[in-house]
């Protein structure tokens, strides 16, 4: 069994901010590539960035890519979102998730995560 949990979200103008934590329980987090998605009212859940177990490789939505940079630290059993130049659109209940340990690479589809955290609010005001 695994849990996530999320931290960091808040309220920011457009413009500012955000790093994102996910911290996790469980010995087998190094093992596992993990996923930001977001959920915006009204909207589907749709992927944000995803990670390697290593770090190694990671891909992002066209939509947040050169804004935001997931990371992560393994000593820690922790990933990352550090979120810049945000934009009221961004506005969404931001969640990580976790893949099976030894799954391979992330997945930009949610169904290949097996493990949710309970999510993070991020609001961007213009």
């Known amino acids: 069994q695994v849990q996530l949990v999320e931290s960091g979200g808040g309220l920011v103008q457009a413009g500012g901010s955000l790093r994102l934590s996910c911290a996790a329980s469980?010995?087998?987090?190094?093992?596992?590539?993990m996923g930001w998605f977001r959920q915006a009212p009204g909207k589907e859940r749709e992927f944000v960035a995803g990670?390697?177990?290593?770090?190694?490789?990671?891909g992002y939505a066209d939509s947040v890519k050169g804004r935001f940079t997931i990371s992560r630290d393994n000593a820690k059993n922790t990933v990352y979102l550090q979120m810049n130049s945000l934009k009221p659109e961004d506005t969404a209940i931001y969640y990580c998730?976790?893949?099976?340990?030894?799954?391979?690479?992330?997945?930009?589809?949610?169904?290949?995560?097996?493990?949710w955290g309970q999510g993070t609010q991020v609001t961007v005001s213009s």
């Open positions: 998730a976790a893949r099976p340990p030894n799954s391979g690479t992330y997945s930009y589809q949610d169904r290949a995560y097996a493990y």
């Open positions: 469980g010995p087998t987090f190094s093992s596992r590539p």
């Open positions: 990670i390697t177990w290593n770090g190694g490789s990671t």
